[in-house]
């Protein structure tokens, strides 16, 4: 019994040391605002055009500490990659990437693993992007 214990609470214990690191996961996914259509993307003066409005289908892989999504939509700038080193042990925090302009954005996560929601935010723009398993 003791032996069963303690075998059970050193696996738990070497599994939780970074639950990013050995995760590997792919799902479908859909990223669009957070609150729908906006035109307070950019101050309003980029609210309207496809790259902030229209939603990107695409797929999520979790290979190692990398996160990729591979957008399938016409829309350009959708796809991204970012390494997850920096999330906490439980799998929650935040992460910077850095898209194809050259622009900063950071992806927020709760706790957890696997296919999950995120969230997306750029340094410069007031628009929130949520990223959600497609079912």
Known sequence: MR?????TTLV???????IS???????AAVGALED???????GGSIGTTPEFTS????QVDIKGNTLTFRSTSPIPNHSFTV??????????????????NNREFYLTFDPGSGARTFHMTYRLKACRRVYTPKT
């Open 83 to 100: 390494d997850l080193k920096a999330l906490q042990p439980d799998g929650s925090g935040k992460v910077v990437g850095i898209d194809k």
């Open 12 to 18: 738990g214990l070497a599994g939780a040391s970074h």
């Open 36 to 42: 729908g259509l906006s035109t307070s993307c950019g």
């Open 55 to 58: 939603p990107a289908y695409g």
């Open 21 to 27: 690191s050995a995760a590997e996961a792919t799902w």
């Open 3 to 7: 032996l069963g214990l303690f075998l």
